[in-house]
């Protein structure tokens, strides 16, 4: 079946942050075939030229590519918004005696099918999460979202000491679990393996180089972990690494480093980090409700961008406060007033779609409304509540149209979604 769909269709020509708001363009219409999308342009010539096609019509909705969420851990889904706690308080609190619930298969469908629920109800269309140890939470997340055909990275998360007993695995385990997963799931339907090890602290040396040779040995894959979250984390990686010239050289040191890996929050990172990140052409991944949340630091989002960083946006659930990609870009936007550095509309829109398509190294697919692109939308009602349609209605452009649902949407903004071509509840 064609599909043509109707509205304001929001699609980028370039990035933003370097050609100004005027990177983005406005269509009335798009065309889909086979999952894909293979037109856009005016409504009246799309008509003409797919006769047949079945027309949905948006009125003035927006017609975004769908949401893409750079960094989350589905497990932590049970457990969002929990109290008061910094990084490694949070982990010993509430992280670690939730996954031990992963032990058990059926508990981890219940969450990935809730999940994956709550995210498309918020417009978000791919994720890239975070799962336990436990291979069954892999199966789990992989097997709901293959249902429900969307695009999405996840691995196993390897951890070798300071953990739970029940949440420990070995360098091997965590080499031979993540390589048959990796072997199972990998490239099947719109799926993909991203190798795991959490982060320095809770990762041996020895696990970090068995993960590292995975890697080597599957470079289409990607590689996630968190790098400089809070400034006490810093300090104990100091003290479990002795001889690292930085927090990055821990990960660099045992083939950890290179494009493709995904490098989660980045808030305090020393000038020869930021250098070799850049050179290698790796992707960070901003996490602004989390890093607010937990108290972990203010993202130079300028400052990294400026010097040409490849940067993703994520809501970091459940350490993030929201499944909302709107309320992660108020977040960011935040962030940046107190960093001195206003971001745009464009340039939030462009950081949840089409930025955290190209930190998964996936915008040739996805993120963007343009022809060969899939088919993952996004509609938005841009007068979802009264507050925000009084807003809209005093709007010149389709900025200060946009922005109010930005700072104030939430999921009853979301009028539909659009996975792979086919319309989702």
């Known amino acids: ?21 005027e990177a983005a363009r406005l269509h009335e219409a798009l065309v889909i075939e086979a999952g894909r999308i293979v037109a856009v342009g005016a409504a009246d010539g799309l008509r003409r030229a797919w006769p047949q096609a079945r027309v949905t019509d948006y009125g003035r909705d927006l017609i975004s590519a769908g949401f893409i969420d750079a960094h989350a851990h589905y ?19 509430y992280t670690f005696p939730e996954e031990m619930r992963f032990a058990d298969p059926a508990y981890a469908a219940e969450v990935a ?13 791919s994720v890239c999460s975070y799962c336990t140890i436990h291979p069954a939470s892999v199966d789990a997340l992989m097997s709901e979202a293959q249902a429900r055909g969307q695009r999405i990275w996840a691995g196993k998360t390897c951890m070798d000491r300071n953990a739970p007993e029940g949440l420990r695995d070995t360098a091997q385990s965590a080499h031979d679990d993540s390589a048959a997963l990796l072997a199972k799931w990998h490239g099947v339907d719109r799926l993909s393996y991203v190798i795991t090890p959490r982060f320095s602290p ?12 995975l890697w080597a040995a599957n470079p289409s894959c990607l590689m996630q972990t968190h790098l400089s979250e809070q400034l006490d984390e ?12 930085d927090y990055l050289d821990t990960y660099e040191a045992h083939g950890l480093l290179g494009r493709g890996g995904l490098y989660g929050h980045a808030i305090h990172l020393e000038p020869r980090e930021k250098a070799r990140l850049a050179e290698v052409d790796a992707s960070l991944i901003h996490c602004p409700t989390s890093n607010t949340f937990i108290g972990s630091g203010l993202f130079d989002m300028g400052g990294l961008k400026a010097a040409g960083h490849r940067i993703g946006l994520a809501t970091d659930t459940g350490g993030g406060s929201s499944f909302s990609m709107l309320r992660t870009m108020a977040a960011a936007y935040e962030i940046g007033q107190l960093r001195g550095r206003a971001l745009h509309p464009a340039e939030l829109w462009w950081l949840a779609t089409q930025g955290s398509a190209r930190s998964l190294l996936a915008d040739d697919r996805i993120g963007n409304i343009a022809p060969g692109m899939e088919a993952d939308l996004v509609v938005i009602d841009l007068g979802s509540t009264p507050a925000i349609a009084q807003a809209t209605t005093r709007a010149e452009t389709i900025w200060q149209a946009l922005f109010p649902t930005i700072m104030l949407g939430d999921d009853r903004a979301i009028r539909a979604v659009w996975i792979n071509g086919t319309p989702r509840g």
């Open 202 to 213: 809770t990762s041996t040396p020895e696990q970090l180089e068995a993960l590292g040779a």
């Open 234 to 245: 810093i300090d104990w990686v100091k003290g479990l690494y002795p001889n690292a010239r």
């Open 75 to 93: 497990p932590q889904t049970a457990i969002i918004a929990s109290w008061g706690k910094r990084l490694i308080d949070w982990l010993n609190s």
């Open 1 to 21: 079946m064609t599909e043509l769909l109707l509205g304001q269709v929001l699609s980028f020509a370039a990035d933003p942050f370097e050609a100004g708001p």
């Open 113 to 125: 099918g809730r999940y994956l629920d709550l995210t498309l109800a918020n417009g978000t269309t």
